[in-house]
């Protein structure tokens, strides 16, 4: 198994195959980050979390 993002080149070019194209494995995701005082990232940690989609 493989995600998208790292598999899609070669699933193009014919290294790989997908052998299932219809099946799909959902995987939880947890946003963790340090509790450091930033802005730049309480903002991008806000956006994570509204933007987040389960597909």
């Known amino acids: 198994m493989i995600p998208d ?9 014919g290294l790989l195959v997908d052998i299932l194209p ?3 494995i959902g995987v939880k995701l947890y946003w963790h980050r340090w509790s450091l005082k930033s802005k730049l990232l ?10 987040g989609v389960i597909c």
Request: charged content about 25%.
């Open 42 to 51: 309480d903002d991008f940690s806000r956006s994570i979390v509204k933007n």
């Open 5 to 13: 993002l790292q598999g899609l080149e070669h699933i193009r070019s």
């Open 22 to 24: 219809s099946c799909h």
